[in-house]
């Protein structure tokens, strides 16, 4: 177990759905969690796009808003209804809280004895995340084993995921974009959250995974779900599933990745990509980074900072005075063969949880399912 997920698992005895909350409910536990220390974050509407940022009342929430997604595409539109949550996912996810883009990692200030350095004395928020869909259950799994599981715990991580609750949300819709029932990560959520709402005509229905969510639901309880409730709730989340039409073929795609690194189809999608990094900055799995000593003008004063990277960057690569990967064709390579490949070898599962961001933020249009079915042999080369 880690940090951050050793109570989070299903409780005994609380019957997912037997519970319904009002609107008025989830603002006493957005108060409530706010008076408790915790910085509520949760989705929004932004520069026309659906996003993640704090908040404080219901009323925050995109009421009414749905989001129309297809390779290289993201629009919003409205709703025939109210719905808090009748969208799938926008192009934030919650890993900026976590692993953040730009982190102070240590300082070094010059004195009278040479040079001191120390650590970066920054306070460690609590979160709350109000939305947490099943992919991004899955995600954070992924980023645990990532930062917390290997040889190297990152400390920064480790004490902002030990904070965090986790409030998820059951999808009731899907996006053309959608391929979670590939990676088996949705869109149901299973495990991993304190809370998990479904949102019906007649509320929310409440489904508790920790003693923290447990506790919650005593200090509000709402009301007992009738059984058309239930079976409400029930039917919204089949339905998400039964739009999902995307599929990603995964039997033996290690083995098919790596056993085809000359296929010419990597030099059609060089053609293609711009290598813009988009698909790894709203992935919700991508780590990679880089660190840079930074002075001040005065050179008595050194930050080292930790920034997020890409492996389509042309200097990550970089080592002993070349660059391993000259070419979009490489980089576009490596991307996809670690993300459903090499990932498997390093942390025991795929690095794709089938969000479909990286499909709707690639501008483009670059599909990778449909670059693996062509591995396959199943498309034009």
Not at 23 to 44: C, F, H, N, W
Request: hydrophobic fraction near 35%; glycine fraction near 8%; proline fraction near 6%.
């Amino acid at each position: 177990m880690t940090p951050g997920n050793a109570d989070r698992q299903p409780q005994a005895g609380i019957r997912a759905d037997a519970v319904v909350w009002s609107r008025g409910d989830l603002q006493q536990l957005m108060t409530g969690l706010a008076s408790k220390g915790y910085e509520v974050i949760g989705p929004q509407v932004d520069q026309e796009a659906i996003v993640y940022g704090p908040i404080r009342k219901v009323e925050d929430l995109p009421a009414g808003w749905t989001d129309r997604q297809e390779p290289g595409l993201y629009r919003l539109e409205r709703r025939a209804d109210d719905q808090l949550f009748g969208y799938v996912v926008g192009p934030h996810s919650w890993k900026k809280y976590l692993f953040p883009p730009l982190t102070t990692l240590s300082i070094a200030e010059r004195n009278a004895s040479g040079w001191a350095m120390s650590p970066a004395d920054q306070p460690v928020p609590q979160y709350a995340f109000l939305g947490v869909r099943a992919c991004e259950l899955a995600a954070l799994r992924i980023q645990d084993r990532v930062f917390l599981e290997g040889p190297y715990v990152d400390p920064v991580y480790a004490e902002r995921r030990a904070l965090a609750m986790i409030i998820a949300v059951n999808c009731t819709q899907a996006a053309a974009t959608c391929f979670c029932t590939s990676m088996e990560t949705g869109p149901e959520c299973q495990t991993g959250y304190d809370l998990a709402l479904t949102e019906t005509d007649a509320g929310f229905t409440v489904a508790v995974g920790s003693e923290r969510g447990a506790e919650w639901l005593r200090q509000i309880p709402g009301r007992t779900t009738t059984e058309p409730e239930r079976e409400g709730a029930r039917q919204a989340r089949k339905r998400a599933e039964d739009q999902i039409q995307r599929r990603l073929d995964t039997e033996g795609l290690r083995d098919l990745l790596l056993g085809n690194l000359e296929h010419p189809r990597w030099s059609d999608v060089a053609q293609r990509c711009l290598s813009c990094t988009n698909c790894t900055q709203v992935c919700p799995t991508c780590f990679c980074s880089s660190v840079a000593e930074v002075a001040e003008l005065t050179g008595d004063r050194v930050t080292r900072e930790r920034r997020w990277d890409s492996c389509f960057n042309l200097d990550f690569s970089y080592m002993n005075g070349g660059l391993v990967r000259p070419d979009i064709r490489s980089r576009y390579r490596q991307w996809l063969t670690h993300k459903l490949g090499s990932w498997h070898d390093q942390f025991g599962s795929s690095g794709c949880v089938g969000c479909g961001r990286c499909i709707t933020w690639c501008p483009v249009g670059i599909d990778l399912v449909e670059e693996v079915r062509a591995l396959r042999g199943e498309v034009p080369a």
